[in-house]
Each structure stands twice: as structure tokens, then as C-alpha cells.
């Protein structure tokens, strides 16, 4: 099922807004819909098979961080923290939106970086695929479980500490 333009456009404004060091705001976003497929499957195909589940989604894109600063052109260390905080932006507005927003590591990057043709200064984070969720009976069965099983997190404590490394937030 196709995503609406106007759904697309307020995923990408609420990245636009995510806070960034120096306000550099590095994220660049490569976005390939199903209004082109011929361009669609040539993103698809950077993907590794473990992702080919993504190849149902009506929206794939290639989200990258310039490495740099503009101003001054030093080494900016904070770029990929910067643009994991604008796609948990788009995250968001995707669920909001009642979509589905799935972020990959799982993909052939030399070959992205030729896909996509990536400049030098730009480093490929993830690629990241948006729809709409699909049906329990339509997924391939490999992927039920993971799609439909209750979501698991460390504990509190395990993540958070009172003064020092170890002593876990209760
Ligand atoms: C940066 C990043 C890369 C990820 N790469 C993949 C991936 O390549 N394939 C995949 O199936 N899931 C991938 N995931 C999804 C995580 O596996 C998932 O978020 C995690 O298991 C927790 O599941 P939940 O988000 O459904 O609670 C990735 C998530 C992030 C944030």
C-alpha cells in the first residue's frame, strides 16, 4: 500500500527539526518511493538478504551524515549521534502518522556508496523503509515472530546509574 506524500513530507519536517551540534544539522536524507519502482529496486538491492522483508515497503531511503563541518570543515565526531536523533524524529512522526518505520544496518555499504553515488564527505548511516505494517498471513513466516513478538529492553538499572558505573538506577 502506497504512503501518502503529505504523510512523507511531515516525517521528513520533524527530522528537519531535530537538534544538532552546532546546529549543522548533517543529515541528508535519499528518498526512493514506488512512484519511480525502476529506482526503487536499484535501492532495494544494496540490501542484504536478512532485510528482504524491506522490499515490501513503498518508501526506502538512504540516510546519510556529512562528516565535517561546514564552517571551519573540521572533523565533526558527533555527526552520526546527530542524524540517529533526526531519524528517531522521523521515527516518531512515522508512528504517529500510523506507519511503520524501520531502520537497517544490514546492507552491502561499498555498494550503496555506488548506488547512491555518496560524496566523500558524507559517511551512509542506515537505510531506513517506511509503510504501512503488513498483515500477520501476508509475512513471510521467518519474519512473523520477529514483527509480532512482545518488544524487549535492558532494565532500567542496567542503563541508568547513580554516581557511578554500576550502581543501577532502582
Ligand atoms: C541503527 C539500527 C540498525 C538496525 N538494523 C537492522 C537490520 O539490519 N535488520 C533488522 O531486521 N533490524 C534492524 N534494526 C532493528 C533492531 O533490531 C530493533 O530496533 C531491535 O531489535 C529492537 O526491536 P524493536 O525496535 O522492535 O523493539 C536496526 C535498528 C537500528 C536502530
Known sequence: MPVERSKLLSMIEAARWAPSSKNEQPWR??????????????????????????????????????????EG???????????GAANENMFLEAFNQGLIMHEMGGFDVQKAIKVFNIPEDFEIGV????????????????????????????????IAYVEEIGKGLE
Open 29 to 70: 536524507y535519499i528518498i526512493f518511493t514506488n512512484d519511480n519502482p525502476e529506482k526503487l529496486m536499484e535501492a532495494q538491492s544494496v540490501l542484504l538478504e536478512s532485510n528482504a522483508y524491506a522490499k515490501r515497503a513503498p518508501i526506502l531511503i538512504c540516510a546519510i551524515a556529512k562528516k565535517n563541518y561546514s
Open 73 to 83: 570543515g573540521k572533523y565533526n565526531r558527533l555527526h552520526f549521534h546527530d542524524l
Open 127 to 158: 537505510m531506513i523503509a517506511i509503510g504501512y505494517q503488513d498483515k500477520y498471513t501476508v509475512l513471510p513466516e521467518r519474519f512473523r515472530e520477529k514483527a509480532f513478538s512482545p518488544r524487549e529492553r535492558r532494565k532500567l538499572s542496567e
